[in-house]
């Protein structure tokens, strides 16, 4: 294939995928799904793009439809996507991970379900075996830029963590989520106590509203 400067672009835009890529290159994309599905670990659903650039060595994979695995992310263990879910680019899903439908996940971003023992101190911590506890994240979640999720949590539905983030404990649905360790600044059902007045004044009708 010769090297041009679009030669990469849905590696690194896997959104724009198929809407815009030409019959030969949905063609062997499909050729590169089917060989990855040969293995007998992978299921696609339809409309899914991986790219040939990222790191795919799972002991089980599912892909809901219209998914995608961007550039250098890397994905191993059991890792379940529902629809519609995104692994941008160098994002890191490893371990025991299910994703709900709908979940959007930023660069650089770690989802790490499981984690190394260290309870033998005569052994190195590099020789003692893994644990696996697993993330969980709902449906129409928003997982910003450089977050960390630490092995055990679990995100509620229609949240949204703030790039940078590092989540080391339970989400609940409809939160907003930042810091260093992550906490909820916003529920997305609520809304504000001078929205709450407006809306009063407004059914009131004691506030000019256009007709």
């Not at 799904?33 to 799972?58: D, E, M, N, T, Y």
Request: net charge positive; aromatic share 8%; proline share 6%.
């Amino acid at each position: 294939m010769a090297i041009s400067p679009e030669t990469y672009r849905f590696d690194f835009e896997p959104w724009s995928f198929w809407p815009q890529a030409t019959p030969a290159e949905k063609s062997e994309q499909l050729e590169w799904q089917a060989q990855l599905a040969a293995q007998g670990r992978i299921k696609l659903g339809s409309q899914c793009f991986v790219s040939q650039l990222a790191g795919v060595f799972p002991d089980s994979l599912e892909m809901g439809e219209g998914c995608y695995i961007a550039a250098h992310a890397h994905i191993s263990h059991t890792v379940k996507m529902g629809n519609h879910c995104s692994i941008n680019v160098a994002a890191v899903v490893r371990g025991k991970v299910t994703l709900g439908n709908g979940v959007r996940i930023g660069g650089h971003t770690s989802i790490l379900g499981f984690n190394h023992s260290f309870g033998q101190l005569d052994t190195p911590i590099h020789q003692q075996p893994l644990t696996f506890k697993g993330i969980t994240i709902g449906d129409d979640v928003w997982i910003g830029s450089g977050v960390t999720i630490v092995d055990g949590v679990e995100i509620g539905s229609h949240s949204v963590i703030g790039a940078g983030a590092i989540v080391t404990r339970n989400i609940p649905p409809y939160s907003v989520a930042v810091g260093n360790p992550a906490r909820v600044i916003k529920n997305r059902q609520k809304r504000s106590p001078v929205k709450q007045v407006l809306g009063k004044l407004k059914k009131l009708k004691l506030i000019w509203q256009p007709s």
